[in-house]
C-alpha cells in the first residue's frame, strides 16, 4: 500500500482522519516544482545575461531564494501547499491536522540538507518507505505531514435545513458538540459527516440509524439550537 490513513486529534479533542501521501504522489509533486522553479530560473536568467557579472549575482540570489523560500512561502499561503503539491491534490499540516506553522514549515524544509543525504534524497526515500505515515526526516522533525485534500464535497449544507427541535432536553457539552459537528460539515467528506452524525442520532429520536437523512435532522437539531426556528 502507497497510502494509509492516520487518526489524529485537534486540540479541542475531535478526532479526524487524514490519508498520507505516498512517495508516488510526493516524486511527481516534486518533478512538478523543480520544473517550475528550472523555469524560473532560466527565464531570469536570459532576461539579466546581458547585465554581466550583476545579473549573475541577482541569478544566484534569486536559486537560494528559491531553493530555500519558494517551498515555505507556499506553505505558509492559504493552500499550504507549494504548486506541484496542489496539482497533485496534496498539501501539508501539522500532526493534529491543523494548518502548518512559520516554525513547522522553516524546519521541515531546512532539514531536506539532511534528506537529501548520501544522495538524491536518499534518506528521505527511505525514511518514507519505512514510515506507516509517509514522512522523511524533515517532517518527523518539524511534526508535520503531507496529507491528500478531500475532494468529496459535504451532502448538505446547514444553511439547506430546516431547523428541527431535539427530541429530549441536551445538556450543555451535548448542544456544543452538535452546533460543533454544523459548523464543520461544509469541511467534511460525505461518509465522515454521515459518520458523525450517527453519532449524535439519538438527538434527533435516530439512535442506531445513519444515512444521509439522519444527517439532515441532526444538523436541523444544530439550527435549532443557534435559534433559527
Do not use: C
Not at 524533515?138 to 485534500?149: E, F, K, P, Q, W
Not at 430546516?162 to 467534511?188: G, K
Not at 444538523?219 to 433559527?228: D, M, P, T
Amino acid at each position: 500500500m502507497l497510502d494509509t490513513v492516520v487518526s489524529a486529534e485537534t486540540p479541542e479533542g475531535i478526532a479526524v482522519e487524514l490519508r498520507p501521501a505516498g512517495f508516488g504522489a510526493r516524486y511527481f509533486a516534486y518533478l512538478l516544482d523543480q520544473f517550475i522553479r528550472i523555469g524560473i530560473v532560466y527565464t531570469f536568467a536570459l532576461a539579466t545575461i546581458i547585465m554581466g557579472g550583476f545579473g549573475f549575482g541577482l541569478l544566484l540570489i534569486l536559486a537560494f531564494a528559491l531553493e530555500w523560500l519558494y517551498p515555505v512561502a507556499f506553505e505558509l499561503s492559504r493552500w499550504g501547499a507549494t504548486p506541484g503539491k496542489r496539482a497533485l491534490g496534496l498539501k501539508v499540516v501539522m500532526d493534529n491536522g491543523l494548518p502548518i506553522t512559520p516554525a513547522a514549515s522553516f524546519i521541515r524544509n531546512l532539514l531536506r540538507a539532511a534528506d537529501f543525504l548520501p544522495a538524491a534524497y536518499g534518506a528521505a526515500v527511505v525514511s518514507m518507505l519505512l514510515r506507516r505515515d509517509f514522512k522523511r526526516l524533515g517532517d518527523i522533525a518539524a511534526n508535520t505531514l503531507v496529507v491528500h485534500r478531500p475532494t468529496t464535497p459535504a451532502p448538505v449544507a446547514i444553511e439547506d435545513v430546516e431547523p428541527l427541535a431535539p427530541v429530549r432536553p441536551l445538556q450543555p457539552q451535548d448542544q456544543a458538540a452538535v452546533v460543533a459537528l454544523a459548523a464543520r460539515a461544509s469541511r467534511l467528506t460525505r461518509e465522515r459527516l454521515d459518520e458523525l452524525a450517527a453519532l449524535a442520532a439519538w438527538v434527533s429520536g435516530d439512535m442506531g440509524r445513519s444515512g444521509p437523512e439522519v444527517t439532515r435532522r441532526v444538523l436541523g437539531v444544530a439550527q435549532w439550537l443557534l435559534g433559527r426556528r
